[in-house]
T-cell receptor
Framework: DQQVKQNSPSLSVQEGRISILNCDYT??????FLWYKKYPAEGPTFLIS?????DKNEDGRFTVFLNKSAKHLSLHIVPSQPGDSAVYFC??????????FGSGTQVVVTP | DSGVTQTPKHLITATGQRVTLRCSPRSGDLSVYWYQQSLDQGLQFLIQYYNGEERAKGNILERFSAQQFPDLHSELNLSSLELGDSALYFCASSDARAEEQYFGPGTRLTVT
């Protein structure tokens, strides 16, 4: 039972443009959502998070939007840079630590 | 560098064997989590320890066990290994807030 879904396995974007990654979830008990970035042969790196009581959180080039009624969140990266090429995982948690991850979206930023 | 360390980086062993993976959390973090990433399953939560006590269990097989020691490092023991246990095993740690977890570099286990 996959509670977090990332339906786009890959995304290609030009350097300088916006990357938009999407994530859907089914568990209405999730009260915190996180995005992680992963390079090959490394562990996931925490990127940005959002509490379920908010609808937007911004940190530099990264903004996460949460639409609770649609059970949908998205990550915007503006502007995209070559170093952003990685796999991005969305995760939800009910607040006691267990993260449920999506399957990931491979982002490729082209020159 | 997340501050979480895992050893060994790579492990190759045969079916039926037993291995131990080790994790040291970030300084001050009381919670340790173990995740498995296999090709077809993505990142799956296995188990969580908080200050030495088991706190939550996920999709962890009975052949697998874990513990957290008084110095807060943790070990994941995998026994009677099968080919399907080949995967990346990640450890993560967090402080009392719990939501943000910081991952180690992983141990790649290959069972032949």
């Amino acid at each position: 039972d996959q509670q977090v879904k990332q339906n786009s396995p890959s995304l290609s974007v030009q350097e300088g443009r916006i990357s938009i990654l999407n994530c859907d979830y089914t568990n209405s008990m999730f009260d915190y959502f996180l995005w992680y970035k992963k390079y090959p042969a490394e562990g996931p790196t925490f990127l940005i998070s959002i509490s379920s009581i908010k609808d937007k959180n911004e940190d530099g080039r990264f903004t996460v939007f949460l639409n609770k009624s649609a059970k949908h969140l998205s990550l915007h990266i503006v502007p995209s840079q070559p170093g952003d090429s990685a796999v991005y995982f969305c995760a939800g948690t009910e607040g006691w630590g267990k993260l449920q991850f999506g399957s990931g979206t491979q982002v490729v930023v082209t020159p | 560098d997340s501050g979480v360390t895992q050893t060994p980086k790579h492990l190759i062993t045969a079916t039926g064997q037993r291995v131990t993976l080790r994790c040291s959390p970030r300084s001050g973090d009381l919670s340790v989590y173990w995740y498995q990433q296999s090709l077809d399953q993505g990142l799956q939560f296995l188990i969580q320890y908080y200050n030495g006590e088991e706190r939550a269990k996920g999709n962890i097989l009975e052949r697998f066990s874990a513990q957290q020691f008084p110095d807060l490092h943790s070990e994941l023991n995998l026994s009677s290994l099968e080919l399907g246990d080949s995967a990346l095993y990640f450890c993560a740690s967090s402080d009392a807030r719990a939501e943000e977890q910081y991952f180690g570099p992983g141990t790649r286990l290959t069972v032949t």
